[in-house]
């Protein structure tokens, strides 16, 4: 990982200058790709130039639709489980993460394996693998049946208890009060999470909090930036498919912000003319896995309704990047087929 994310003073909208020019979109900043899909996109591709396809994909690499149908266009094979992939094949290991027995299972299949999964999820596994070793009940706020959840909860199942809201808080149980942690997905609401944890804590006075933030800097800073448009934004527009737990999350920071209304759409072929109607301040924003291109989509189509004028609400400046999966720098398919033979 190299260098910062730095949240920098916000740049509110100048709403009554604005508001009395007519219609208007506030552009939230940062949006879109964080250093996890970026590096997980491109490590498909790259793989796929290297070795050729097919390349095998455990799962969306992310979640979004767009994403996964370009990279099948170019050779790259996503199935559900690893015992779909052919022997002797390459498979790699989507961004978000998988539970140890997936790493054996593709081991007993003879695959060849790249792992793409988010060095901040990893981070994530790393903590419940510690935390299990010293005998902690970990509490790990997510979202049942999320992969992420599924691939955290594999590596220490006999410690982790899911706690999926807080409506969940009353029915956790641990062994001792006073040996408790929570750990949390990468991807939450920030506000709903401190809520979680806030029952918990009443419940087990001893908690104590993961070491840093487990919800990861992409996520925060995307809530951050719809937060500072929500209450000036009659319709706040996420571009996003409906599987990502991100997107999902700013749908609902927008509407805790204050906005009119807001939808999630994976592309302006999903907005709504009605959407519109009464509507002058249109704030767009877009998931940790969304392209660009889809975000520009949803602009031209916003301007050719007379939403024109956009403004940047800007939340923070992101620099972070990832390395790529080290495994790229091997000879896959050469151990893929040496594998097979064995
Ligand atoms: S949203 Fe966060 S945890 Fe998930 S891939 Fe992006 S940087 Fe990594």
Redesign the pocket.
Known sequence: MTATSRPSPAATPSGDAARRAGKRVLLAAPRGY????D??VIAVEKALEQYGAPIYVRHEI?HNKYVVRTLEKKGAIFVEETAEVPEGSIVMFS??GVAPVVHQEAADRRLATIDAT????TKVHKEAVRFAEEDYDILLIGHDGHE?VIGTSGEAPDHITLVDGPDDVAHVEVRDESKVVWLSQ??LSVDETMETVGALKEKFPQLISPPSDDI????QNRQIAVKQMGADADLVIVVGSKNSS?SVRLVEVALGAGAGASHLVDGADEIDEAWLDGVSTVGVTSG??VPEILVEGVLEWLSQRGFEDVEIVKAAEES?TFSLPKELRRDLRAEAAALSEK
Do not use: K
Request: charged share 10%.
């Open positions: 964080c250093a996890g899909v590096r997980a992310v961004a978000h988010c060095p901040l999820v992420e990468t991807t990861c800097y992409a996520t991100n940790a896995s972070i």
